[in-house]
C-alpha cells in the first residue's frame, strides 16, 4: 500500500492543502520508513546505539579468550570447572536468545533493549569482582542472559529503522553486525596486549578482571544517552494498532511529519505475539527461509567458533612463538581479513545480494579448510605462510559471507511481527552450535591434529548445499508486506 502524500479529502480539522503524508495503517508507516530517513533525523544514531549493543555482545563473549589459564589457575580449577567457567555465558545465551525473541516482539523492541543494558552492567562488575568460580560462572550466565536478549532486539532496530533499497539498505545496516562484532574482538585483543605492556608481573592475575569489568563501561555510556535518542520501532507500533505513536515516533526520529488519517477505520493488529509464534516459523513459505537461515547459522558457527576462538591456540603451534606474538597476529588477522570482509560486504550486499556473497564466503572458506588440512602442522617458513595466508582466506570469506549474512537470513526472512521470535530462534540454535564447536574442538584437535580441518571443512560445504537448494534473497525485498497483506485477510 502506498502512502498518500496529500490527503484526498481531508480529516476534521485539517486544512485540505496540507501536504504532510497521510497514515492510514501499518503498510503506510512501513513504506515511509523503507524510504528512508530525512537528513539530521535520529534514525542514524539508533542504529548506531543497536550497534553498540552488538559491540557488548561480541566484547563479552571473547572477553576471556587469552584469561581462562590465569582464571583456572587463581581458583584452582580442574578441567570440568574450567569448561563451566567458559561454557556459563554461552548457555545463558541460548536461554536469552529465545526470550529475548518473544518478549522483543510482545512487549517492543525499546523496552527489551533498554532493560537488556543492565544485564551488562551488573554482570561485568560482578565478574571483575568475583570472589570464586562460582560466582564467576554465576555471573557470566547472568551477562550470556544479556547477550542472547540483545541480539533479537538489536536486529530488530537495523531492520526496521532503516531503508528498503539502495545504500545503507535493511541487508547492509543488518550485515553491520559482522564488522562491529570483529571490531570488539580487536578492541578486547588491544585492551589484553595494552594492560599485558602495562601491568607488573606481579599483578598479570588482575588481566582477567580488568578485562571483564570493561564491558560495563559501553554499557553504561548506552544506557546514559538512550533517552535522548531511542525510539520503539514505528512499524511494531503501528502493527499494534497505535498509528498514532507511529506517527510521534517517525517526526522523532525519522524527520517526517506525518499525520493520521482520523476518518479512517481502525487498522487491524497484526500477529498477535504468542510462544506459539516459534511453529509459525516452521510453517507455509517461512519453512524453507528457516531452513536456509539455520543450516547457515549452525554451519558458519561451528566454523568460525572452532577457527577464530581457537585462533590463539592455533597460530601459536604454527609460530611457537611467545603470547604477545600470538596476540599480534590474532589482531592483525581479525582486523585486516574479517573486519574488512565485513565492511565490503556492508558496501556490497545492496548491488550483489546476501545470496551471492555468501556463496562466495562459503567458498573461500571451504577452500581455506581444505587447505590447511593438506599442509597439516608447518615444518618450513614457507609453509607457515601459507598456513597462515589459508587462516586469512577463513576469515576473509566468513567476514565477506556467512558473517555478515547469518543475521540478514535471520531477521528479513520474517515481518516485523515475527522477527523477534525468527532471530531468537536462529540465535539459540546457533549458540547451541557454538557450544558444540568448543567443546569439541579441542578435543578433535587432540585427537586428530591438524586432520580436524577435514572435520571442520563439513560446515561450509553445508552452508553451500543450503544455499543451492533454497535460492532465497532478502536484500531489497519488502517482507513486511506478508503482513499487511495477512492483515487485510483478516
Given at each position: 500500500?502506498?502512502?498518500?502524500?496529500?490527503?484526498?479529502?481531508?480529516?476534521?480539522?485539517?486544512?485540505?492543502?496540507?501536504?504532510?503524508?497521510?497514515?492510514?495503517?501499518a503498510a503506510d508507516v512501513s513504506s515511509l520508513v523503507n524510504r528512508g530517513a530525512a537528513i539530521g533525523s535520529d534514525a542514524r544514531i539508533v542504529v548506531a546505539i543497536a550497534l553498540g549493543g552488538i559491540f557488548?555482545?561480541?566484547?563479552?563473549?571473547?572477553?576471556l579468550a587469552f584469561g581462562m589459564k590465569d582464571i583456572a589457575r587463581e581458583f584452582s580449577l580442574t578441567a570440568t570447572g574450567t569448561g563451566f567457567v567458559a561454557a556459563a555465558i554461552t548457555f545463558g545465551a541460548?536461554?536469552?536468545?529465545?526470550?529475548?525473541?518473544?518478549?522483543?516482539?510482545?512487549?517492543?523492541?525499546?523496552?527489551?533493549?533498554?532493560?537488556?543494558?543492565?544485564?551488562?552492567?551488573?554482570?561485568?562488575?560482578?565478574?571483575?569482582?568475583?570472589?570464586?568460580?562460582?560466582?564467576?560462572?554465576?555471573?557470566?550466565?547472568?551477562?550470556?542472559?544479556?547477550?542472547?536478549?540483545?541480539?533479537?532486539?538489536?536486529?530488530?532496530?537495523?531492520?526496521?529503522?532503516?531503508?528498503?533499497?539502495?545504500?545503507?539498505?535493511?541487508?547492509?545496516?543488518?550485515?553491520?553486525?559482522?564488522?562491529?562484532?570483529?571490531?570488539?574482538?580487536?578492541?578486547?585483543?588491544?585492551?589484553?596486549?595494552?594492560?599485558?605492556?602495562?601491568?607488573?608481573?606481579?599483578?598479570?592475575?588482575?588481566?582477567?578482571?580488568?578485562?571483564?569489568?570493561?564491558?560495563?563501561?559501553?554499557?553504561?555510556?548506552?544506557?546514559?544517552?538512550?533517552s535522548r535518542y531511542m525510539s520503539e520501532s514505528p512499524v511494531w507500533a503501528a502493527n499494534q494498532g497505535d498509528l498514532k505513536s507511529a506517527a510521534a515516533i517517525l517526526k522523532r526520529a525519522y524527520g517526517i511529519?506525518?499525520?493520521?488519517?482520523?476518518?479512517?477505520?481502525?487498522?487491524?493488529?497484526?500477529?498477535?505475539?504468542?510462544?506459539?509464534?516459534?511453529?509459525?516459523?516452521?510453517?507455509?513459505?517461512?519453512?524453507?527461509?528457516?531452513?536456509?537461515?539455520?543450516?547457515?547459522?549452525?554451519?558458519?558457527?561451528?566454523?568460525?567458533?572452532?577457527?577464530?576462538?581457537?585462533?590463539?591456540?592455533?597460530?601459536?603451534?604454527?609460530?611457537?612463538?611467545?603470547?604477545?606474538?600470538?596476540?599480534?597476529?590474532?589482531?592483525?588477522?581479525?582486523?585486516?581479513?574479517?573486519?574488512?570482509?565485513?565492511?565490503?560486504?556492508?558496501?556490497?550486499?545492496?548491488?550483489?545480494?546476501?545470496?551471492?556473497?555468501?556463496?562466495?564466503?562459503?567458498?573461500?572458506?571451504?577452500?581455506?579448510?581444505?587447505?590447511?588440512?593438506?599442509?597439516?602442522?608447518?615444518?618450513?617458513?614457507?609453509?607457515?605462510?601459507?598456513?597462515?595466508?589459508?587462516?586469512?582466506?577463513?576469515?576473509?570469506?566468513?567476514?565477506?559471507?556467512?558473517?555478515?549474512?547469518?543475521?540478514?537470513?535471520?531477521?528479513?526472512?520474517?515481518?516485523?511481527?515475527?522477527?523477534?521470535?525468527?532471530?531468537?530462534?536462529?540465535?539459540?540454535?546457533?549458540?547451541?552450535?557454538?557450544?558444540?564447536?568448543?567443546?569439541?574442538?579441542?578435543?578433535?584437535?587432540?585427537?586428530?591434529?591438524?586432520?580436524?580441518?577435514?572435520?571442520?571443512?563439513?560446515?561450509?560445504?553445508?552452508?553451500?548445499?543450503?544455499?543451492?537448494?533454497?535460492?532465497?534473497?532478502?536484500?531489497?525485498?519488502?517482507?513486511?508486506?506478508?503482513?499487511?497483506?495477512?492483515?487485510?485477510?483478516?
Amino acid at each position: 500500500m502506498s502512502v498518500s502524500l496529500a490527503p484526498e479529502r481531508a480529516a476534521p480539522g485539517v486544512a485540505a492543502n496540507d501536504p504532510r503524508p497521510v497514515i492510514k495503517s501499518a503498510a503506510d508507516v512501513s513504506s515511509l520508513v523503507n524510504r528512508g530517513a530525512a537528513i539530521g533525523s535520529d534514525a542514524r544514531i539508533v542504529v548506531a546505539i543497536a550497534l553498540g549493543g552488538i559491540f557488548l555482545d561480541a566484547y563479552d563473549l571473547g572477553a576471556l579468550a587469552f584469561g581462562m589459564k590465569d582464571i583456572a589457575r587463581e581458583f584452582s580449577l580442574t578441567a570440568t570447572g574450567t569448561g563451566f567457567v567458559a561454557a556459563a555465558i554461552t548457555f545463558g545465551a541460548i536461554i536469552g536468545a529465545l526470550l529475548g525473541g518473544y518478549l522483543t516482539d510482545k512487549v517492543g523492541r525499546y523496552r527489551v533493549f533498554m532493560a537488556d543494558m543492565f544485564f551488562f552492567v551488573v554482570a561485568a562488575i560482578a565478574c571483575s569482582l568475583a570472589p570464586n568460580a562460582w560466582v564467576l560462572g554465576g555471573a557470566r550466565f547472568v551477562m550470556g542472559l544479556g547477550v542472547g536478549i540483545d541480539l533479537p532486539v538489536a536486529m530488530a532496530f537495523l531492520a526496521e529503522f532503516s531503508r528498503l533499497q539502495g545504500r545503507g539498505n535493511k541487508a547492509a545496516r543488518v550485515a553491520m553486525w559482522c564488522p562491529v562484532w570483529y571490531a570488539a574482538i580487536s578492541v578486547s585483543y588491544l585492551l589484553v596486549l595494552g594492560l599485558y605492556a602495562v601491568l607488573p608481573e606481579h599483578n598479570a592475575g588482575w588481566l582477567w578482571r580488568l578485562i571483564l569489568g570493561f564491558g560495563a563501561v559501553p554499557a553504561i555510556a548506552i544506557i546514559a544517552i538512550r533517552s535522548r535518542y531511542m525510539s520503539e520501532s514505528p512499524v511494531w507500533a503501528a502493527n499494534q494498532g497505535d498509528l498514532k505513536s507511529a506517527a510521534a515516533i517517525l517526526k522523532r526520529a525519522y524527520g517526517i511529519d506525518a499525520r493520521v488519517d482520523e476518518t479512517a477505520v481502525a487498522p487491524p493488529k497484526a500477529r498477535r505475539a504468542t510462544w506459539s509464534n516459534y511453529g509459525a516459523l516452521l510453517r507455509g513459505v517461512y519453512l524453507r527461509r528457516t531452513v536456509l537461515a539455520t543450516v547457515i547459522a549452525i554451519a558458519s558457527s561451528f566454523a568460525y567458533n572452532a577457527v577464530a576462538f581457537g585462533l590463539p591456540v592455533i597460530i601459536s603451534s604454527f609460530l611457537a612463538q611467545s603470547m604477545l606474538t600470538t596476540i599480534l597476529a590474532s589482531l592483525a588477522l581479525n582486523l585486516c581479513f574479517a573486519f574488512a570482509g565485513g565492511l565490503f560486504s556492508v558496501r556490497t550486499v545492496p548491488k550483489y545480494g546476501a545470496w551471492k556473497l555468501s556463496v562466495v564466503g562459503y567458498a573461500f572458506q571451504l577452500m581455506a579448510l581444505i587447505g590447511l588440512a593438506i599442509v597439516g602442522k608447518p615444518s618450513t617458513g614457507v609453509e607457515v605462510v601459507i598456513a597462515i595466508a589459508f587462516l586469512a582466506a577463513f576469515l576473509l570469506g566468513q567476514g565477506v559471507g556467512p558473517g555478515s549474512h547469518t543475521m540478514t537470513f535471520a531477521s528479513l526472512s520474517y515481518p516485523t511481527s515475527l522477527r523477534g521470535v525468527g532471530v531468537g530462534f536462529n540465535q539459540t540454535l546457533m549458540r547451541a552450535s557454538s557450544t558444540v564447536s568448543l567443546f569439541l574442538f579441542p578435543v578433535l584437535s587432540a585427537a586428530l591434529g591438524t586432520k580436524v580441518f577435514w572435520i571442520i571443512a563439513v560446515a561450509p560445504l553445508a552452508g553451500l548445499v543450503a544455499l543451492f537448494a533454497v535460492r532465497w534473497e532478502p536484500s531489497g525485498y519488502d517482507v513486511d508486506a506478508e503482513d499487511f497483506a495477512a492483515q487485510q485477510t483478516r
